[in-house]
């Protein structure tokens, strides 16, 4: 698909993300303009937005349903997954290890994979490269010898790979502790719990790091851009 301008680029995202929740949770704006999808920060927000879909869709699945996923790709992923936020941190190498591992498994397996209706198999999206890009972008802000044309080929190929992001929508509900937040995946409502977190200003943050700490759960949250770090701290219940 040929997108020479972050204008088109725009148009083409409130086009091919359905939900304006979904896109203002994303990109801030329900619907998007040219500021909003600038520079290489906005191919971040969608990779980190693909990976919590995947790992929601993961979390709410049993033994029993894992049972047929025996492929390499999945076997990796899954021993990922168990340990994040145990011993594994939420973090960029994290985010791009579990993608570029399910795009190899829908690439193999095609619907017979566990990914298939969160992962486009018709596109390859160049990881490797977006990892090296949003790195640098992270640590030193760097951009200055990447070119538009090349940070829009990215980032409408991280569009149009994240399958799973064209048709969901997210749901807040207001509640006495604050915002709980749902996505609603073909249909089906389901609690993010504290894996979204949903502050007194609206502003959202994906859950980073988690640990005890005496009696407390500190939760260690990060935004969607991933350059904001915000801590939540919650009393245990314990008898």
């Not at 920060?41 to 029993?64: A, D, P």
């Not at 992962?119 to 990447?146: P, Q, R, S």
Request: proline share 1%; glycine share 4%.
């Amino acid at each position: 698909m040929e997108i020479a301008t972050y204008k088109e680029a725009a148009k083409y995202v409130n086009e091919r993300i359905s939900a304006p929740a979904i896109r203002e949770l994303i990109f801030g704006m329900d619907e998007v303009s040219h500021r909003d999808i600038k520079g290489i920060g906005s191919i971040n927000k969608v990779l980190n937005m693909e990976f919590l879909l995947i790992y929601l869709n993961w979390l709410r699945c049993t033994r029993n349903d894992f049972a047929g996923y025996r492929t390499k790709h999945f076997l990796n992923i899954n021993e990922v997954l168990y340990s994040l936020y145990k011993t594994e941190k939420l973090g960029l190498d994290c985010v791009i290890y579990v993608l570029s591992e399910a795009q190899r498994d829908v690439k193999e397996n095609g619907e017979k994979s566990f990914f298939a209706p969160y992962f486009n198999a018709d596109v390859t999206c160049e990881f490797g490269k977006i990892y090296g890009m949003i790195d640098e972008w992270l640590h030193n802000f760097h951009t200055d010898d990447i070119s538009v044309e090349t940070i829009l080929n990215h980032f409408v190929s991280a569009i149009n790979s994240a399958k799973a992001l064209w048709n969901v929508d997210v749901v807040y509900e207001k509640v006495t502790e604050g915002i709980n937040v749902y996505f609603v995946l073909n249909g089906e409502k389901v609690d993010v719990k504290d894996i979204v977190y949903v502050d007194e200003n609206a502003m959202k943050y994906i859950l980073s790091n988690r640990k005890y700490y005496l009696n407390d759960m500190v939760y260690d949250y990060s935004s969607i851009d991933s350059f904001t770090h915000i801590t939540v701290i919650k009393k245990m219940n314990r008898r």
